[in-house]
C-alpha cells in the first residue's frame, strides 16, 4: 500500500499520538527493541507500569496488521506502550529497562529477527522524555565506545494497537524472553517463545 507523499499531512499515521493514558497523573511512554513480545514481558513486572501493549508506530500507513507490517512496506516498527505512575516508576527506569532489552547497535535487527520492523527506538511523548531520552542514549553510547548505537529518538506517532492474540502473548502462553543479542548465545530462529 503506497502512501501519497504528497498527501503526507493528511495521514493520520503520522500525526502524534494523541491518546491518553486512562488516569489522570499517569503517562506513556513507547519503546521499539526488536520482537514486541519480549519487550513488552521485559517491562511488565516494573513497579509503577499499569499497563503494556504492543502495536505498530512510526510507519506511514494507517491501520497496519502484523501481516501487512511483515511485508516491510508500511515503515512501522513493533512497539510496547506503556502507561505508568511517574511518581512510582521515574522515566528513567524505563530508559534502563529498554537498554537492558536488546542491543542497540544492531540495525534492524535483534537475534534472528530482521527487518526494520525489529528496529531500536525510544518514542517520547513530551520534553522531559525527550530531554532523558537523549541523556541515556549518549551515556550508553559512552559505555559502548566505538560501537555506534542505531537507536532512533523520535516523538511518537499514532500507535496502533496490534492484534488481540499479540497482547501479552508470552504471560498468556507461558513462553519466555531472553535478551534479545546474538550475545545470548541462543541459536533459535524466533527468541521469544512460547
Known amino acids: 500500500m503506497a502512501v501519497d507523499s504528497g498527501n ?7 500525526n502524534a499520538d494523541l491518546e491518553r493514558p486512562d488516569q489522570p497523573g499517569l503517562e506513556f511512554a513507547q519503546f521499539a527493541a526488536g520482537c514486541f513480545w519480549g ?3 521485559g517491562f511488565q513486572g516494573v513497579e509503577g507500569v499499569l499497563k503494556t501493549e504492543v502495536g505498530y ?7 497496519p496488521n502484523y501481516k501487512l507490517v511483515c511485508t516491510g512496506s508500511t515503515n512501522h ?17 524505563l530508559l534502563s529497562v529498554f537498554w537492558g532489552r536488546h542491543d ?3 540495525l534492524n535487527r535483534q537475534g534472528e529477527d530482521v527487518s526494520s520492523q525489529y528496529r531500536s527506538g525510544i518514542y517520547y511523548y513530551n520534553e522531559e ?7 541515556s542514549l ?13 537507536t532512533e529518538t523520535l ?40
Request: charged letters at 25%; a positive charge; hydrophobic letters at 25%.
Open 104 to 106: 542497540p547497535t544492531s
Open 8 to 14: 503526507l499531512t493528511n495521514n493520520p499515521a503520522l
Open 138 to 150: 549518549e551515556e550508553k553510547q559512552r559505555e559502548f565506545k566505538e560501537k555506534k548505537i542505531v
Open 129 to 135: 522524555q525527550a530531554r532523558l531520552a537523549r541523556e
Open 57 to 63: 508506530s512510526q510507519g506511514d500507513v494507517p491501520d
Open 77 to 93: 516498527a513493533e512497539v510496547v506502550r506503556i502507561q505508568f505512575d511517574p511518581s512510582v516508576c521515574a522515566y528513567s527506569t
Open 39 to 41: 519487550v513488552e514481558q
Open 155 to 194: 516523538p511518537a506517532r499514532t500507535f496502533y494497537r496490534a492484534e488481540e492474540y499479540h497482547q501479552q502473548y508470552l504471560q498468556k502462553n507461558g513462553g519466555t524472553c531472553k535478551r534479545q543479542s546474538g550475545a545470548t548465545g541462543c541459536t533459535s530462529t524466533i527468541q521469544c517463545s512460547a
